[in-house]
């Protein structure tokens, strides 16, 4: 019967949806994850009378059809691109974006990886690196010997060596924006790689040009609400029973129509 196979669908599609939420709920403490939704579309028709149709040779025509559907599909988890909220820490690297832009990092690959999470560390040359050790784009080394590191809100990182009577310019962050953020590709470790959907990355200083500005020591977080998400499980598995409902019900005619005589 139809309707086992248009409500098997429906129970797929719930089972992503699930799968999406929990995928949110795991990232709720991961540093700037922005969370994801699924989204549906109804499948294919069978029209057995079309709306319009002639229905006498005196030019009469169909009010209404008569169609069935095949059940849903998922036809994409987009990302909701918001901003998370930032939350202060002790910690010299730590840097958030407020507004628009990604900190631009160096993979180990060739490739440029873009991310909202600021955490960084130093590597064994002074560079900056993410957690994974990856650099940031341009690469920045903070001197061995410097007893404090600034980062201003337009990203010009300064270090105080001893001695000196002023900071030290020793480098300058740059974030990038993209005409279509939902179109970035996820390759986990808190990073983005950009497609053909989310268009060229435009690089330029924080604070300029529509991009965000910088916080230092502060990250931003995940912006998943746990009140949000928890509902939208709750209904997606009031959907997925009422589907297996459905299941059930086309079963138990099929087998009253088997056991006629």
Known sequence: MRALYTAATGMMAQEVNVQTISNNIANMRTTGYKRQRAEFQDLLYQNYRRAGSSTSDSGTVLPAGFELGSGVKVS????????????PTEKDLDVSIRGEGFFRIQMPDGRTGYTRAGSFQLSATGS???????????????????????????????????GASAAQTVGQIQLA?????????????????????SGTAQADNPGSEGTGTLLQRSLEEANVNAVTEVSDLIAAQRAYEMNAKVVNAAQQMFEATNNLR
């Open 177 to 197: 924006r993209f005409a279509n953020k939902s179109g970035l590709e996820s390759i986990g470790d808190n990073l983005f790689i950009e497609t053909a959907a």
């Open 128 to 162: 900056i690196v993410t957690t994974e050790g990856y650099s940031l784009d341009p690469d920045i080394t903070i001197p061995a010997n410097a007893s404090s590191i600034s980062i201003s809100s337009q990203g010009l990182v300064q270090a105080t060596l001893p």
């Open 76 to 87: 994409a988890t987009p990302r909701v691109m918001s901003q998370g909220t930032v939350t």
